[in-house]
């Protein structure tokens, strides 16, 4: 994917500083983190172009959605499988072997686009990018190169010599990446980057108007891009309660449990709605009381942004399990345990509503604290012409 930007205008033209930011299409996260880099550099300052990549499916539009469905396919079939993968290479970066194999089977002309785009830095998002780029540099390549780690975890894949910066989630990742030789000097504590919207608290009547909600205790339910959430016995659960709560299914992508959800009577009920792909989930968590989700870094860090209380629903092993014992360590969220869990939220939705809103006040003004651009100024700290990278 290319983000299209607007020439210049104006009668003095300002040379603008380029900055390329590289994802994967493994889970939608990494994308919406350089996206989310890329709106709020612009934010920033308006001497910024930038250019946002899947980088597989950018060059290789045919093979890439077969790579990434496969890998859907097992995460879902077979996820003590993923889990055990993850533990046996969190210590261990990308191999030579692996990121040459990656460089000539599926990115071979990624330096002819960095010729092309000529980027004064390239941020990536993902590993798999950030270990072509780092390569590249081994080659002779010169450009600063920043990863953003999109989870509260360091897995060894993020690691390689050749990044200038790594701009991590908390002081706990920065100690993980310290313990495995990583220079303090090349690690920034910022947060992961979220869309800016999501910092902000518009008016509630608004969003509902817009949405047809009502404004009663509202339940956002997300993770069923990858089919998830099919969860029969949490529908079960939560379809019981559809008289006093208000319940939002957010599907994504996933068309086929979207349209078996609305062919189900439990589900046709005017205090449900059934959202496939939006990109307005800012609105609806604004508007929402309680977060029903998988654990992703991403989603997590949207719903700190916007204080909701947050559920976690069957974590993937691996880095989900880190960021569910993350956010429930520090009281942002609980798992799902068992459905003695989903009721007792219910209930307090029904029985404890008022404090339940004072509580997210409260967060909210607590959370303001974190300064949600500062990913992105830390790159346009790095691309001022006399700043030099340790």
């Given at each position: ?13 300002v040379a603008k500083k380029r900055v390329l930011l590289l994802s994967e299409g493994f889970g939608a ?235 189900d009577p439990r589900f046709n009920h005017p205090n449900i709605h059934i959202f496939g792909f939006t990109r307005e989930i800012d609105k609806l968590m604004e508007v ?103």
């Amino acid at each position: 994917m290319i983000e299209n930007i607007p020439a210049g205008t104006g009668e003095m033209r300002v040379a603008k500083k380029r900055v390329l930011l590289l994802s994967e299409g493994f889970g939608a996260g990494h994308t919406q983190a350089a996206y989310a880099l890329s709106s709020s550099l612009r934010k920033l300052s308006p001497n910024v172009q930038t250019r946002v990549l899947e980088l597989g499916s950018f060059l290789n539009p045919r093979m890439a959605p077969l790579i990434i469905t496969a890998y859907k396919k097992t995460v879902v079939s077979q996820p003590r499988l993923v889990g055990l993968v993850y533990r046996h290479q969190y210590k261990k970066s990308l191999n030579r072997l692996t990121t040459l194999a990656l460089h000539r089977l599926f990115y071979t002309q990624t330096r002819n686009i960095l010729r092309q785009l000529r980027p004064d830095l390239v941020v990536c998002t993902h590993p798999i990018p950030s270990a072509v780029i780092s390569r590249l540099k081994r080659l002779g390549l010169h450009v600063p190169l920043c990863t953003v780690i999109t989870d509260y975890d360091a897995h060894g894949t993020w690691i390689s010599p050749e990044v200038d910066r790594y701009f991590v989630s908390t002081p706990e990742v920065m100690r993980k990446l310290r313990a495995r030789g990583v220079s303090v000097s090349k690690i920034q504590v910022t947060g992961i980057p979220v869309h800016p919207n999501f910092w902000e608290h518009p008016g509630h009547d608004e969003i509902r108007e817009q949405f047809g909600l009502k404004p009663i205790p509202t339940v956002l339910v997300m993770g069923g891009g990858w089919g998830l959430m099919n969860d029969e016995v949490i529908h079960r659960s939560l379809t019981q309660w559809r008289d006093n709560i208000q319940f939002i299914f957010c599907l994504g992508h996933n068309d086929k449990i979207r349209r078996k959800m609305q062919l189900d009577p439990r589900f046709n009920h005017p205090n449900i709605h059934i959202f496939g792909f939006t990109r307005e989930i800012d609105k609806l968590m604004e508007v929402s009381n309680l977060l029903i989700t998988k654990p992703g870094g991403m989603t997590c860090t949207e719903g700190l942004a916007k204080g909701i209380p947050m559920l976690f629903h069957k974590p993937l092993p691996g880095q989900e399990e880190e960021n569910c014992q993350y956010f429930t360590a520090q009281g942002f969220g609980e798992p799902i345990t068992s459905l003695d869990v989903v009721v007792k939220w219910m209930n307090r939705l029904l029985h404890d509503f008022p404090e339940i809103v004072r509580k997210r006040q409260e967060h909210v003004h607590n959370v303001a604290r974190y300064y949600p651009l500062q990913s992105a100024q830390s790159i346009l700290d790095i691309l001022e012409p006399n700043r030099v990278l340790s």
